[in-house]
């Protein structure tokens, strides 16, 4: 039985409103969509998040959704494969779906992508190319990967040593509250790396880092 656009469209809203507090409506939208071969719709609205009875069950979802070409979906399940959760871990699949997602423009899957190719996790180590996926997703804001590019300037690894750009990097990251970003900063300002040394400025920072719990 053929269910029209405008009928599928109603379903969604309704279950968009519902979905929090109804996860047997959110299953029925999914499968809906995929029976009727509507993949692209099904693996966008898959985005929203839901409780799973088990890690079977995910898995089960996050592969299906992956296959679609969701990139939340390629991260989650790359996620899963990174730390061996619901799975076998396999850093080499981790690393292949972090890529498809990054290559797509998703800013988790870029900075991640960026953490593998730095540690040598699932792929050879490979700092320029670090710095390559580091950058993509900084420029989305992605706080984690400010903070990696930072160091990345700070220590010169894949990049020309650069404390200024590190500064740079590290105050955007730690303005939005990222804690590695703000006691690196601080050290920065009590060193007088990249910037004039400012005690002032480094007890700032390293405070903040240490109210969320970071001492060192």
């Given amino acids: 039985e053929v269910v029209d656009a405008l009928t599928i469209k109603y379903i969604k809203q309704v279950a968009q409103v519902d979905v929090l507090v109804n996860v047997e409506m959110f299953d029925f939208v999914v499968d809906l969509l995929f029976n009727l071969q509507n993949l692209k719709d099904a693996v966008n609205y898959y985005t929203i998040p839901v409780n799973f009875e088990n890690d079977e069950e995910k898995i089960a979802w996050y592969k299906k959704a992956a296959e679609g070409g969701n ?29 498809k997602a990054a290559k797509q423009g998703n800013a988790d899957a870029q900075c991640r992508l960026g953490l593998c ?9 490979d700092y320029k190319e670090a710095v390559r996926w580091f950058n993509e ?78 001492v060192g």
């Fill in 71 to 99: 990139a939340v979906a390629e991260v989650n399940l790359g996620t899963c494969y990174f730390k061996g959760s619901g799975v076998e871990q396999d850093y080499k699949k981790a690393v292949e779906l972090y890529a």
């Fill in 137 to 214: 997703s900084a420029k989305q804001d992605n706080v984690l990967a400010q903070c990696a590019l930072g160091t990345s300037y700070f220590e010169g690894n894949g990049v020309g040593q650069d404390c200024n750009k590190a500064i740079e990097w590290f105050k955007k990251a730690a303005e939005q509250g990222n804690v590695g970003a703000q006691l690196k900063l601080g050290l920065c300002y009590y060193n007088g790396d990249g910037v004039g040394r400012n005690y002032q400025e480094a007890i700032e920072w390293l405070k903040k880092a240490a109210e969320q719990g970071n």
């Fill in 117 to 125: 190719y730095a540690i040598g996790n699932g792929v050879e180590r």
